[in-house]
């Protein structure tokens, strides 16, 4: 089992920019792929994006392309997800997902979630 631990959230006046972390402890194998989801109030909880071992990335909300970047330190056990140009609609809870069987913006393939950090947008 993979231990996650988000942070970076808090609250900013949009158009700003906030990186959130998740850093990993456990089996390394068990963090090839690691997402991004949010969950607005009384929404239901959706994937941003995910990226490989590797770096390969994908983005699965079209309107956070170009806007948000997620990224990977794999000798930290760190992914971070840069929210830049941000958006009162980008307030949610943000958690990250581990698993090994690929990306995907659905839960199954995720065996490992963290508990989330709150990412607030004033406008």
């Known amino acids: 089992q993979v231990q996650l631990v988000e942070s970076g959230g808090g609250s900013v006046q949009a158009g700003g920019s906030l990186r959130l972390s998740c850093v990993a402890s456990?089996?390394?194998?068990?963090?090839?792929?690691v997402a991004w989801f949010r969950q607005a109030p009384g929404k239901e909880r959706e994937g941003v994006a995910c990226?490989?071992?590797?770096?390969?990335?994908?983005y699965f909300d079209d309107s956070v392309k170009g806007r948000f970047t997620i990224s990977r330190d794999n000798a930290k056990n760190t992914v971070y997800l840069q929210m830049n140009s941000l958006k009162p609609e980008d307030t949610a809870m943000y958690y990250c997902?581990?698993?090994?069987?690929?990306?995907?913006?659905?839960?199954?393939?995720?065996?490992?979630w963290g508990q989330g950090t709150q990412v607030t947008v004033s406008s």
């Open positions: 997902a581990a698993g090994k069987r690929g990306c995907a913006d659905h839960f199954a393939p995720y065996d490992s």
């Open positions: 456990g089996y390394s194998y068990s963090t090839n792929y």
């Open positions: 990226i490989h071992r590797s770096g390969d990335s994908t």
